[in-house]
């Protein structure tokens, strides 16, 4: 039997992608597995453990972390760490909109000092992450038809022959 160098418990057989690897190969390959293998918040088909996420705060909590990727210049560009700040900013602000509800409404105390606590994490998160969007890289409308257009062979240059109306 082969010991996983994981440390995960699993054996490893030949022919298994991890198995195959070399130590050094480790870092340098992200490994691809079936989003069947996936737990629910890693594929994306739940947004918090344990949760349905259809109350008010956790679809909130969702708006922020998707509007706060796009600020970012999409998910796709960003890196574990970076997503999981800003799962942390968007629970920081969701929390703070709930919590200034309350106060609006006179429904609780206002602890002055927990809000501080929340505001000033959630200004050093938003400030590693960076404050400002990040514009995604769009072409212009000359530069696309450009590309469009390379994509094209014209007909002269086809080998098909030309469409007539007779």
Known sequence: MYVSRLGNGFPLKPGNAVMDMKPADYSARKLVRSPHVKSKVANGSRILPST??????????????????????????????????????????????????????????????????????????????????VAKNVPTLAQYLDAVAELKPSPIESNAPAVNGS
């Open 52 to 133: 349905d996420g259809r109350s008010a705060t956790a679809r909130r909590y969702r708006d922020l972390i998707e509007s706060m990727c796009a600020d970012l210049g999409g998910a796709d560009y960003l890196s574990e760490a970076e997503r999981q700040l800003i799962r942390r900013a968007a629970l920081l602000s969701a929390e703070s909109e709930r919590v200034e509800a309350l106060w609006a409404r006179g429904d609780v105390e206002f602890d002055l000092a927990s809000y501080c606590v929340m505001s000033n994490n959630l200004r050093r998160l938003c400030e590693t992450l960076g404050l400002r969007r």
